[in-house]
């Protein structure tokens, strides 16, 4: 600093190295060639417990297989000595009577030949103790109790030998991994002269078994997942009690599975409370924690940068689990909170001590409120993005919100989050609102502005989460559900609404949340967008959310409102300053382009010939989203004759065609149906008028 020169012993070339980072390192030939027992601790100590407990068990075995042994022998025996396959050889050609002599006869020469068999070794054993002692006897007894045992070993299939309690439907694939193989044959999962290839061999993990195998060749894990319900019964267990993922990554391929099997109902324990209760704060852009899987793995949720879709039938913790993924950011003082609770409970009273903005009820006034809410926080995307415009590469790298520019005060850009609780009531409303001389209703106006900011917010640092008793394809538009990144599925009623919340086609791949039992209260499927503990190539997991009562939610809020109060973040509705939004209509309806169809295009069936318009009119905005829809499926909602209905479509140049396509058993099979763009295509034609007379007269000219 003085200017003086000081002597430098070395100067280094190095690199920041993060510790805590994966390294892939290539295993050496030991590691590759040598079995896992002996490269791998835990697999090490495994297989010590199994021959621990199999030399503990094995005078047991021993005795059960000596004495299976003996009542064979003895069966044979009986045959034998009655000629039984004579005698029904006999039966079979009708000559009993001709041959009762023969066999009777027969039947007293093996009576004479066992007493002197019998004889002969009581002789023989008697010379053979005076002669040689004791020792003999007991030497040539242990030799006929092994033959007894090798002979009495359980092999299926053989008669007096198949275990009434055990065999290939019990866990006993834990000791032998053939049982396994004839499981996955049962099922249907693999050919019958397939088989397995083990991985890891089965193992203790938690309350439960798991295993890794590898599939026969051009076998997929997806099968094997979609499948899950089938394997399950072929081990005798319920499916909540099997757990079936694809391996992935390095260590991973198409056709690699790994399986757990609980001991019992892994759902039926109580649940356990969040651990929010316990933590003093919290960071947003952590994930929260959000439940534990099957083999009571934490998951966490992640919420910055996504959406989130919550749905279910009434009464299965839907609230609870939108309110965990609130609780995470009320104990981050440097986040934003907008709730609206159109349930108009007191699920949620406790969040207006945190939040910027807070409203209970079900009245249009407060859907109208909303969609000040709305307006206000698309202003507020589009003036974060014109100010990220103006910062330099250090400060914002891209176009996103960092964890240092959502703290920082004077950016003015927190994570900034909307829960809508009961999201189906703005959505359904019919109040008129009047957007840029256009008339739309407010639900029609509160989706397109709910569309726009899933689609815009998540980069700004806007999280969505929308909470739904009623997931189906009215309520919910499609459009919507296509940007929300995050799905949780409760229980819900069939696998339709399981599909409308988690995405299409998911009941094909296994994912059904209409399946999940109504006494596993909190029980979900979680598709997440993002990385979670169970690893980021992960499609969907089954998740039972942390346990967090009203009295926990509350304690919640009060510490996240002490955070603010310390950091001086306390806004809005919270701090005493409930006042209304600065709107500006048009600059919103401008940008999301709502009521000129340049946001999304709304089908009406206005003007269009039947049945094409009724047909219209069901589809919805479920046109623009689903790609097939089954002539059966259409034939019943309109309550029209299947034969009749194919001859008016075709007539406006709108044929059917075979596709695959999922049924309410979850099968895929071909069905006779009309692919949507086809029915777009059509509606076009209707609208400019190039069917002609043939309009103008009526499908049933045709």
Not at 128 to 151: K, N
Not at 281 to 292: E, L, M, N
């Amino acid at each position: 600093m003085n200017g003086d020169n000081s002597p430098v012993r070395a100067v280094l070339d190095a690199e920041l190295v993060d510790e805590d980072a994966p390294v892939s390192v290539r295993p050496g030939w030991w590691a590759r060639r040598a079995p896992l027992w002996l490269t791998s601790r835990p697999h090490r100590a495994q297989m010590l417990r199994d021959l621990a407990w199999a030399v503990l068990r094995s005078p047991w075995r021993f005795l059960g297989a000596v004495v299976r042994g003996l009542v064979a022998a003895l069966r044979w025996w009986r045959g034998w000595v009655t000629v039984r396959d004579y005698r029904e050889a006999a039966e079979g050609s009708e000559k009993l009577a001709d041959k009762f002599e023969a066999i009777r006869a027969l039947t007293l020469f093996r009576w004479k030949v066992t007493g002197a068999l019998v004889a002969v070794v009581a002789v023989v054993g008697l010379v053979v103790r005076l002669v040689y002692g004791d020792w003999v006897l007991w030497l040539l007894g242990g030799i006929g109790a092994v033959g007894l045992a090798v002979l009495g070993r359980r092999k299926e299939g053989s008669p007096g030998r198949k275990a009434v309690l055990g065999g290939p439907r019990a866990l006993t694939w834990t000791m032998d991994p053939q049982v396994l193989v004839d499981a996955f044959r049962d099922a249907k999962l693999i050919g019958k002269d397939e088989t397995l290839r083990l991985v890891e061999r089965a193992m203790r993990v938690g309350e439960g078994w798991a295993v890794t195998v590898d599939l026969p060749a051009t076998r997929k894990a997806a099968d094997v997942i979609r499948n899950r319900e089938a394997l399950a019964s072929a081990l005798a267990v319920d499916e909540v009690q099997l757990s079936v993922e694809r391996v992935r990554g390095n260590g991973g391929h198409a056709g690699r599975v790994a399986m757990w099997v609980a001991d019992q109902d892994p759902y039926a324990t109580p649940p356990l409370s969040t651990p929010l209760l316990d933590a003093p704060r919290w960071d947003a852009w952590r994930a929260v924690p959000f439940g534990r899987d099957a083999r009571d793995r934490r998951v966490d949720l992640p919420l910055v940068w996504t959406s989130m879709l919550v749905g279910a039938i009434p009464r299965q913790g839907k609230t609870f689990a939108a309110r965990l993924a609130a609780a995470g950011l009320i104990l981050d003082p440097y986040t934003r909170l907008y709730v609206a609770d159109f349930k108009a409970g007191k699920d949620w009273d406790a969040a207006g001590a945190v939040a910027h903005r807070f409203m209970s009820g079900d009245e249009s006034e407060h859907v109208l409120a909303l969609l000040g809410w709305l307006i206000e926080l698309v202003s507020e995307v589009q003036g974060r993005y014109r100010r990220m415009r103006e910062l330099d590469d250090v400060v914002c790298p891209e176009s996103k919100v960092t964890p240092a520019m959502s703290r920082d005060v004077a950016l003015g850009m927190p994570i900034t989050a909307l829960f809508i609780d009961e999201v189906q009531v703005p959505l359904e409303d019919r109040t008129p609102v009047k957007v840029q001389d256009k008339k739309l209703t407010a639900g029609e106006y509160v989706g397109e502005l709910l569309t726009w900011l899933a689609k815009k917010g998540p980069a700004a640092g806007i999280v969505l989460v929308l909470a739904t008793q009623r997931p189906d394809s009215k309520t919910i538009p499609s459009g919507l559900r296509a940007v929300l990144g995050s799905r949780f599925a409760l229980r819900v009623m069939d696998w339709r609404d399981s599909n409308i919340v988690l995405g299409e086609q998911m009941n094909t791949r296994g994912y059904d949340s209409s399946r999940l039992l109504a006494s596993h209260k909190g029980v979900g499927i979680l598709r997440p967008d993002g990385e979670t503990q169970a690893g980021a190539e992960v499609l969907a997991l089954t998740v039972r959310t942390y346990y967090m009562p009203n009295e926990d939610w509350r304690t919640i809020c009060q510490r996240g409102r002490a955070l603010r109060e310390a950091a001086g973040t306390l806004t809005g509705h919270a701090a005493g300053q409930d006042t209304a939004p600065v709107l500006d209509h048009a600059a919103v309806a401008k940008a999301i382009g709502a009521g000129t169809g340049t946001n999304q295009p709304v089908w009406r069936p206005d003007g269009l010939p039947e049945p094409l318009a009724e047909v219209v009119a069901y589809l919805g905005e479920d046109i623009e989203v689903r790609d097939f829809v089954p002539t059966a499926e259409l034939a019943e909602v309109l309550k029209a004759d299947p034969t009749a209905f194919a001859r008016q479509m075709a007539a406006l140049d709108c044929k059917p065609t075979r596709n695959r396509t999922p049924m309410d058993d979850g099968e895929v099979r071909r069905v006779r149906g009309y692919f949507t763009e086809d029915i777009r295509t059509a509606v076009a034609r209707a609208r400019r008028g190039d069917f002609g007379s043939l309009v103008e007269a009526g499908p049933d000219s045709a």
